[in-house]
């Protein structure tokens, strides 16, 4: 995985984090309380500012009744079609 990838991983999976939380119209707080984790923290992870560890990944999962590969899933769904989205792109403007 290169470093742009994983960026775009740690993003990505920010992005399922917030969608998820969104489709429960919960708070970010709600979220962190259901999860036993600090509110900012639980912003930082939504951002891409930080990765979530495995235990963390896992206490989101569970928060939001899923699981950590389905988040992972989702994130790395996001990824593909992003990727896909910037390759036609480029092959448009070429």
């Known amino acids: 995985m290169t470093t742009d990838t994983g960026a775009l991983l740690v993003m990505n999976m920010g992005l ?8 429960r119209r919960w708070s970010q707080e709600r979220l962190a309380e259901a999860a ?3 509110r900012s923290y639980v912003g930082e992870l939504e951002r891409g500012e930080a990765i979530p560890s495995l235990l963390t990944l896992l206490k989101l999962a569970r928060a939001l009744g899923t699981t950590p590969s389905l988040l992972l899933q989702e994130a790395e769904a996001q990824e593909r079609t992003q990727t896909a989205r910037r390759l036609l792109l480029t092959s448009i403007a070429c």
């Not at 399922?16 to 489709?23: E, S």
Request: aromatic share 0%; glycine share 0%.
């Open 16 to 23: 399922t984090l917030r969608r998820q939380r969104d489709a």
């Open 36 to 38: 036993n984790l600090n």
